[in-house]
Each structure stands twice: as structure tokens, then as C-alpha cells.
């Protein structure tokens, strides 16, 4: 993972994170913590797995522009050359 994204954490101190986890705790209780953590970390994973495929579809659309363009511009010189 990258600094940039974890860089609020930095500014906790040990005392503010253990504040922070036995306010989860006392929300959620101490049964339920693996079933959160456990459906939290299948939602990041799904949420990553979209972005991927967006990132996916955004650069395979990038490409087909680009061919396109080069087919055109074959196209456009072999009629030019044809004249």
C-alpha cells in the first residue's frame, strides 16, 4: 500500500488508536469484530476488482481509438497514393 494513503496515520498517536479500536469494540462487541473485519475486507476486494475492470475497460477503449486512428490515416495515405 502506498505512504500517501496511510499518511493520517502518522498523526495518531498509540493512545488515539487503541481509543479509536475499543470504540469499535464497544459498538459492534467483541463477537461480531470478525464478521465486520471479514465483510470489509471482501468489500475492498470487490471494490478493487471493479476498479481494475474499469481501469481495464478505460485502456482497452484508449487502444481501439488509437487503431482506429491508424486505420484511418492508412486508409486516407492509400487513397492518396491510389490518386
Do not use: C
Request: aromatic share 10%; charged share 30%.
Amino acid at each position: 500500500m502506498h505512504l500517501y494513503k496511510l499518511a493520517f496515520i502518522q498523526n495518531l498517536s498509540s493512545w488515539e488508536l487503541i481509543l479509536i479500536f475499543l470504540v469499535v469494540l464497544l459498538f459492534f462487541g467483541a463477537n461480531r469484530l470478525p464478521a465486520l473485519f471479514n465483510s470489509l475486507g471482501k468489500s475492498l476486494k470487490e471494490f478493487k476488482k471493479g476498479a481494475e475492470y474499469i481501469e481495464d475497460e478505460m485502456k482497452s477503449a484508449v487502444e481501439s481509438d488509437v487503431e482506429k486512428d491508424e486505420d484511418q490515416k492508412d486508409s486516407e495515405s492509400t487513397n492518396k497514393e491510389s490518386k
